[in-house]
């Protein structure tokens, strides 16, 4: 049974302990704390886009609703009565400061990454402050970008569908496209972004593909964790009996602080095939010399 499950899964072993030296676990804390501030700050600027761009209450209907799969109640009863004001308000202020301070703290939660990406690959950090803190922003920038795609895929997708379909019927296809593959399509728009942060924030010229593994391993364990986040908590509420009000907050950090554990899994599996590739470099040239 022990030499099957190494013959198998063998590499998989090797990156979960790699990731247990780098201390992947209390790193993914710091990240999550970090995350929580970017995930608060984002809701309230998409909230804003919706609301200036779309009067619809439906819109905000499915805003509630998808938050409400995966949130605590009492997080979830919070963040609706926010969603109800900051879309009552129209305000375009609401707009500037909700980017303003997604960027700023996203930059900082990138600036954190960017700390346990180093410790990953075993790397030193030769890029000057400067140059880091602007790749960081046009990270943070970029990430806030695909991620308002993502969660305009997730929440808007069937009222986009819904509505091609009662109003202009003669492109139902498209309709059925989009009903059917707003799931993948965010699946897509997420690996793509955790790729690009993977290349930006690490100090070794990697390209797309090569950080793909790690990508689509984020991604995969992200919705995984995400749908059984919301399966739990609707079938097992009565969390807030043991730990309170406080038990709200707790179960929401657990799911940022699983969401970076799989952050940093993603940029570990990388770094080790990094690893690989660069022994098969350095040993090819050996190898053509002896023959």
Known sequence: MKRFLIKHFGFLFHVIRKANEDDCWGMAGEVAFQLMFAFVQGLILVVAILSILSGNPQVFDSIVYFLGTFLP??????????????????????????FIGTTWTMSAFMMTLNKSFKRAYKIEETRSFWKL?????????????????????LLLGLQVAHFIETSIGKYVNIAVFIRYFRLPGAFVVITF???LVYILLVNVRQKVKEVLPGAVSFSILWFFFTNLFG??????????????????????????????????LGCELNAELHRRRDLVQKAEPVTELQS
Not at 73 to 98: C, D, M, P, S, W
């Open 73 to 98: 109640f009492e997080i979830y009863t919070v963040i609706r009565n926010q969603i109800a004001e900051i879309a009552a308000a129209h305000t375009k202020g609401i707009l500037t400061l909700g």
């Open 133 to 153: 803190r602007l790749l960081s922003f046009a990270a943070a920038i970029l990430a806030t970008f695909l991620i308002g795609v993502a969660l305009s895929l």
């Open 193 to 195: 972004l955790i790729a």
């Open 231 to 264: 399966v739990y908590l609707r079938n097992f509420p009565q969390y807030n009996k043991t730990y309170g009000t406080l038990g709200a907050f707790l179960i929401l950090m657990i799911w940022m602080y699983l969401t970076s554990v799989s952050l940093l």
